[in-house]
């Protein structure tokens, strides 16, 4: 792990400002280099190893529960699970840090919860244009802002992210799973305005954070290299609704993995 365990970034009142007008944000450094170099072991480990496959923490995000063939977009819900030091890294520190002052609250009263996403070499598949919120239980009115960290140079070519700008502010639209088959985790929606992306290609250690409800994508990994990503996800306490949202995509994956036996973290 890095020796540098004071390291701590900041974001300006301008940074805070573009992030609360266009629903994202993108900086240069949220970590050291050799803590970037200590967390490729464990996340390869995670991986390698299909750490949390037996209870629903590790899947293909872009195939179906349980498929046999080989992984497109492999998954590791909860890596803190195996690996409790991850929330002692300078990553998982600053994204909590930053993500308070985008929120504008105290820190104190903030969770936070980890996830990887894996983009194999050649073959890694496109996270389609989606909302994270759009995976949220109906009854749920979440506050989170997800901090997004490459392990690898995330490019254009390797499946760097892209957001649209003030989508935020809109509504949830409909979505629905990746090849319309609700045994397949990964949601979509086409009510996209692609023309207004914004594209933000990262070196290892930079970071990205958005809002839960900004439309995001990041297209497939051409290159011979793999792109790796951890993302810490911060929560402010969420609101329970009392008229539950409308996601008929939720209740068509509930009833396909009843089917199957399967679950999903």
Request: contains cysteine.
């Amino acid at each position: 792990m890095s020796d540098k365990p004071d390291f701590q970034v900041e974001v300006t009142d301008e940074q805070v400002a573009f992030f609360k007008e266009n629903g994202y944000l993108s900086i240069e450094r949220i970590t050291t280099d050799e803590e970037v170099e200590w967390l490729k072991g464990i996340y390869d480990k995670l991986f390698g190893e299909r750490l949390g496959e037996k209870d629903g923490g590790y899947f293909d995000l872009a195939g179906k529960i349980g498929h046999d063939g080989r992984d497109v977009l492999p998954q590791v819900l909860g890596p803190e699970r195996h690996f409790p030091e991850l929330r002692d890294t300078i990553y998982y520190r600053n994204a909590r840090h930053i993500a308070s002052k985008l929120f504008g609250r105290d820190e104190d009263t903030l969770t936070a919860g980890g996830h990887m996403i894996l983009k194999p070499p050649h073959y890694g598949a496109e996270t389609p244009w989606h909302q994270d919120e759009a995976y949220w239980p109906e009854e749920i009115l979440p506050l989170s802002v997800s901090a997004w960290m490459p392990l690898d140079p995330a490019t254009a070519a390797s499946g760097c992210l892209h957001f649209v700008p003030g989508s935020h502010r809109d509504h949830i639209h409909h979505h629905e799973h990746i090849n319309h088959d609700p045994s397949i985790h990964g949601l979509f929606t086409e009510e996209v305005d692609v023309s207004k992306a914004v594209a933000c290609p990262l070196a290892p250690g930079g970071a990205t954070f958005h809002h839960c409800r900004t439309l995001h994508f990041a297209g497939p990994n051409t290159t011979p290299n793999p792109r790796r990503a951890y993302i810490v996800v911060v929560n402010a306490p969420p609101q329970r609704l009392e008229t539950p949202l409308v996601k008929p995509w939720l209740q068509a994956e509930r009833e396909a993995l009843a089917k199957l036996g399967k679950k999903i973290g």
